[in-house]
């Protein structure tokens, strides 16, 4: 089970494709495809911040935009 704080950066990485993805005029994609995007943002966030003691918050930000780019 998940905690409340991986949840909350789940949502706010899920919010954050979805405002991306509108903003550049591109069709939003099945809400089911955006969680796991939102879910492997996190993952991947945790274990850059792990590897670089960087800004869970800060690398979530940068890799919304960086999936943004390619989508």
Request: proline residues 0%; without cysteine; glycine residues 8%.
């Amino acid at each position: 089970m998940k905690g409340f704080f991986r949840n909350q950066e789940e949502k706010l990485a899920l919010k954050l494709l979805q405002w991306k993805y509108q903003r550049a005029g591109i069709r939003i994609e099945d809400q089911v495809v955006l969680q796991k995007q939102a879910e492997r943002i996190v993952d991947d966030a945790h274990r850059i911040g792990r590897e670089r003691g960087q800004n869970v918050l800060e690398i979530i930000k940068d890799l919304v935009e960086e999936i943004k780019k390619k989508g």
